[in-house]
């Protein structure tokens, strides 16, 4: 069986995409985003709370600006209304949700194929080559640093290696495979249940 | 490693791929340095862009310019959402409205008005996106901060980049081939 991990988690992400894309709930958006941040934080990507905050709060802001719905309160001249406000959380929760379920899929490193893919390897071969020459270089000279580390690469030929050695087994990919199956599954049932009578239920005794 | 795309310009595949890295490199340094506001971007990420405008053939560029995008998505994680799209938008505006300004211009563009181009570019398009993804027309409040910092970090990054092209041995050597 020629499947990666790698492979299992974008496909796996791309089906719980629209789940977020599509979600109509604010609350179970909420509970989607969550999930996307957890299953980032899991697999060792970073989680700051601060910008995502500040994100938050930007669109949510920028979109009370647009009344729309029930009136809730002024400030200063400008009517806030709750329809823009939950406009607003929805663009946010969307953004902070698709971003963190994308680190989430490449959180296994895929690899692109053909000459693109091996480019791409060159690339982040070269950077590793740089932050290291880099780190020994006197940097009070900004201009002339980066010329003797561009200079360094002069006549050196970067080997392609090879880093893709490892092969996923069986077993391996089998909990992957079981895993992404129960994390689509959630994604969709909270889609689901977004769209039902219990999310309005939920909305009516929350508001 | 070098790549014949056809019979008279061979895509130099080492080059491409070293500035490529190199703007993967500056981006992380920029991603640790501190921001006041969050859409407050320097913009590092560029210069290997503004440098190669004198270097690469217009295939190589665009291939950069791919790379750069790639690159950052795939080690931020960011390549399958929205911000994604921000950044191919972004990107694509500056590399293209910088290299026909180079190409059109360069005896009476120096790299700081390349560089203002090319980010007041970046930043149309970012602010268009942000209009119909995100804000909705209550983004043009955002607008003017947004593209007075992008002004003036893009002349910053020009000057640099205008020292670096008058001064690098690196530069002369690959203009001279």
């Known amino acids: 069986m020629n499947v990666k991990r790698a492979d ?3 496909v796996a992400g791309l089906v719980m995409l629209p789940a977020v894309l599509l979600q109509t709930s604010v609350l179970f958006q909420f509970v989607q985003v969550c999930y996307a941040v957890s299953l980032a934080v899991y697999f060792k990507r970073r989680f700051r709370l601060l910008p995502n905050v500040l994100l938050l709060i ?10 729309n719905g029930l009136h809730l309160f002024d400030i200063g001249s400008l009517p806030v209304t709750a329809g823009a406000l939950l406009v607003g959380i929805r663009k946010a929760l969307t953004l902070i949700g698709l ?6 899929m490449v959180s296994a490193k895929p690899k692109f ?4 893919g091996r480019l791409l390897s060159m690339q982040f071969m070269y950077v590793d080559q740089i932050a290291e020459r880099w780190a020994s270089m006197d940097k009070r000279k900004p201009i002339q640093a980066i010329d003797t580390l561009l200079l360094s690469f002069e006549s050196e030929n970067i080997l392609m290696e090879n880093h893709d050695e490892s092969v996923d087994t069986g077993p391996i990919i089998l909990k992957e495979l ?3 199956i129960i994390h689509c599954a959630l994604f969709w049932i909270l889609f689901i249940l977004g769209s039902s009578a219990l999310a309005d239920t939920l909305a009516v005794y929350l508001y | 490693m070098t790549q014949h795309s056809n019979k008279h310009h061979p895509i130099r595949i080492d080059l491409v791929a070293l500035l490529a890295a190199f703007t993967l ?4 340094i920029e991603y640790l340095i501190p921001k006041p506001v969050p859409f407050m971007r320097i913009g590092l990420a560029n210069l290997p ?9 217009p295939k190589e560029y665009a291939l950069l310019a791919l790379l750069k995008f ?11 959402s929205y911000v994604a799209l921000f950044s191919l938008g972004s990107t694509t505006a500056s590399a293209c409205t910088m290299y026909f300004l180079y190409r059109i211009g360069k005896r009476w563009v120096g790299m700081v008005g390349i560089g203002i181009a090319g980010a007041m570019a970046s930043n149309v398009v970012q602010l268009a996106l942000s209009r119909y993804i995100l804000f909705g027309p209550g983004m043009w409040l955002i607008a003017p901060p947004f593209l007075t910092v992008g002004f003036v970090t893009a002349v910053l990054l020009g000057l640099f980049a205008q020292q670096f092209v008058n001064r690098s041995v690196w530069y002369k050597s690959k203009v001279a081939s």
């Open chain 1, 58 to 67: 930007t669109v949510t802001l920028v979109n009370v600006f647009q009344p």
């Open chain 2, 25 to 28: 490199f500056l981006s992380t």
């Open chain 1, 8 to 10: 299992i988690r974008l």
């Open chain 1, 99 to 104: 971003l963190y379920l994308s680190q989430y």
């Open chain 2, 70 to 80: 790639l690159g950052q998505g795939l080690v931020t994680g960011t390549i399958f």
């Open chain 2, 49 to 57: 862009l503004m440098i190669a405008l004198g270097i690469l053939a």
């Open chain 1, 113 to 116: 194929p053909g000459a693109l």
């Open chain 1, 178 to 180: 079981r895993c992404n």
